[in-house]
Nanobody, 123 residues
Framework: VQLQASGGGLVQAGDSLRLSCAAS????????MAWFRQAPGKEREFVAV????????YYANSVKGRFTISRDIAENTVFLQMNSLKFEDTAVYYC?????????????????WGQGTLVTVSS
């Protein structure tokens, strides 16, 4: 499975941004998809996950109510809509895929990772 993340950039606090992650190499509907992020000097942390069918999702408390994860099965793409961005959302965002129906925040449960896209929020 190959994952290609895009959509990062420099925005101001309060702005919105949408990240995309295109998947190839395996049936997209067989993969649970997630977003993680890693801020400078910090460990990678879970952001959001969506099940294979898109019927369920789960968010980190820090982004709940501001971020929305979704998937377009026809386009083999998962999205992360980020609203009301804060300075502390600044990080490299990674998409990840698990070859199972899974709602997990644990990074080691995801077999496939994209290259990351940088989001910088100025205060």
């Amino acid at each position: 499975v190959q994952l290609q993340a895009s959509g990062g950039g420099l925005v101001q606090a309060g702005d919105s941004l949408r990240l995309s992650c295109a998947a190839s190499g395996r049936t997209f509907s067989s993969l649970s998809m997630a977003w993680f992020r890693q801020a400078p000097g910090k460990e990678r942390e879970f952001v959001a996950v969506i099940t294979r069918t898109g019927g369920s999702s789960y968010y980190a408390n820090s982004v709940k109510g501001r971020f929305t994860i979704s998937r377009d099965i026809a386009e083999n793409t998962v999205f992360l809509q980020m609203n009301s961005l804060k300075f502390e959302d600044t990080a490299v965002y990674y998409c990840a895929a698990a070859n199972r129906e899974s709602i997990t925040t644990l990074s080691y449960r995801y077999e496939y990772w994209g290259q990351g896209t940088l989001v910088t929020v100025s205060s």
